[in-house]
């Protein structure tokens, strides 16, 4: 069985890793075994690619393979690739142009840029997968820290609702802790000081008044 057969039968093999280098040395060796082309004889990979979408033509893919990997390759490296990466990137491309063969059109590029599309393509891909993600930013890393004058001024404003709470009556500075500290709704706070529903709104309510006149000067 020459390359392209295997190519042929192992395109959609699971075990296709070491079936791709394997179809490299094949088509190195089928090469070796087939007549020479004369100069008189022109190569045409348009004409190929088509003979392999329309009839999927082992002998045109290994022409086409012996012709174009070396040269594939030698791009990739040029493109920054190691030696392994690019041929295996390599065979990669020239699978994909077994199985695409059926998009090729000659009216909108020539043979030798549809190729080497693919390969520059798959490289791309490539460097892609193997691109770390990119690290989570630390949120402490980027806030701000406040300036010392808005620190003393809270420090300070602080202190004063501390104070005015201690100036406000038992039952006001309960009602106030409850409701604003411990965000209690007004029904959970009277049942726990069992208090009327009204009488819990109006402590409230005279509270935040008294609150309003002791901290009249804090913004």
């Known amino acids: 069985m020459n390359a392209v057969a295997h190519v ?3 395109a959609g093999s699971p075990r296709r890793e070491g079936a791709i280098s394997g179809w490299a040395r094949r088509a190195r060796e089928s090469a070796v075994s087939q007549p020479r082309m004369s ?3 022109a190569f045409e990979p ?5 003979a392999i979408a329309a009839e999927a033509d082992r002998e045109a893919f290994t ?7 070396p040269r594939v390759k030698s791009y990739l490296t040029r493109l920054g690739a190691s030696a392994a990466a690019a041929e295996e990137l390599a065979q990669e491309t020239m699978l994909t142009v077994w199985r695409k063969a059926g998009q090729f059109d000659p009216a909108r590029a020539g043979a030798s840029t549809w ?3 693919i390969a520059r ?3 791309i891909d490539a460097l892609r997968r193997d691109r770390p993600p990119p690290a989570e930013e630390d949120p402490s890393d980027t806030e701000p820290e406040p300036a010392a004058d808005v620190l003393v001024f809270a420090a300070e404003r602080d202190h004063r609702v501390r104070g005015a709470l201690k100036a406000l009556s ?3 500075a309960e009602v106030i802790e409850l409701s604003f500290f411990s965000e209690a709704p007004h029904s959970e706070i009277a049942d726990r000081l069992g208090l009327p529903l009204g009488t819990v709104k109006s402590r409230l309510r005279l509270a935040m008044g008294r609150l309003r006149t002791l901290l009249e000067d804090v913004r």
């Open 8 to 10: 042929w039968t192992e």
């Open 39 to 41: 100069p008189a004889d």
């Open 46 to 50: 348009a004409r190929l690619i088509l």
């Open 63 to 69: 022409g086409l393979f012996n012709h174009f990997a």
């Open 115 to 117: 190729i080497f599309t």
């Open 121 to 123: 393509n798959l490289r």
């Open 170 to 172: 038992r039952e006001q």
